[in-house]
């Protein structure tokens, strides 16, 4: 079965570096996410992505967070200068059909952010 | 502010008895609920879905009930196995947006 793979699984940083964690969608989904759970608690929305641009954001994906898709089958989050209370498991998720409701999200495994 | 939330931190459970995993909601915008199953290390997982339409969902072994007056959604997983034993999910989508709200998770233990 077709998976989300997410690279690296795990990441660590110094405060003020940037990091970008890279997904690789289910080949024929038009629909992309990132979602993070800070240890403990609550898996929480960042962005949706679709034909090329951001279609929805939450009030956490601020100027410091962008993400790309810069070819065929990548996707990536970008964080230009991490602080520490990034330090999140961070998970791609993609859907083939009209957003959430088309089909189930598929998640990736996520990739641990630590920032130190 | 409105978010989804759980009774139940923690159920343990014997292996072949059933397990009821409880989901308060209080957006009464929200339309499309979604239960996922998250093991260690892995991420969310899909396991049912059921739009406000409907008041019950069936799949295998699991069934979604929805009580839209108290706004109370629940999973229920049949003859519950050791595989089951992970944490679980309800999510919530309003109006045909592309966000999922997530609640806090219950965990779930299946005792042998």
Redesign the interface.
């Known amino acids: 079965e077709p998976e989300v793979t997410q690279t690296p699984s795990h990441q660590v940083t110094q405060m003020g570096q940037e990091v970008i964690l890279r997904c690789v969608p289910i080949s024929n989904h038009l629909y992309f996410y990132w979602y993070r759970q800070i240890l403990g608690q609550k898996v929480e929305f960042l962005v949706s992505f679709y034909n090329n641009e951001i279609s929805e954001k939450s009030e956490i994906f601020d100027d410091q967070f962008s993400v790309e898709r810069p070819d065929g089958s990548n996707f990536t989050l970008k964080i230009r200068s991490t602080k520490l209370e990034d330090s999140a498991m961070y998970f791609c998720a993609s859907s083939p059909g009209t957003g959430v409701r088309g089909t189930p999200l598929h998640f990736g495994n996520g990739t641990r952010l630590t920032v130190t | 502010g409105e978010s989804v939330g759980l009774h139940l931190p923690t159920l343990s459970v014997q292996e072949g008895d059933n397990s009821i995993i409880n989901c308060a909601y209080s957006n009464s915008a929200s339309d ?1 609920f ?1 239960w996922y199953k998250q093991e260690s ?6 396991i049912i ?1 059921i739009r406000s339409n409907m008041d019950k969902r069936q799949g295998q072994r699991v069934t979604v009930l929805l009580n839209k007056t108290v706004k109370h959604l629940s999973l229920q997983i049949a003859a519950t196995q050791p595989g089951d034993s992970a944490v679980y ?1 309800c ?1 919530e ?1 309003i109006n ?10 219950t965990r779930l233990m299946v005792k042998p």
């Open positions: 499309y979604i290390g892995k991420g969310p997982q899909f879905d999910f999510a989508n045909g947006g592309n966000m999922l709200t997530f609640g806090g998770g």
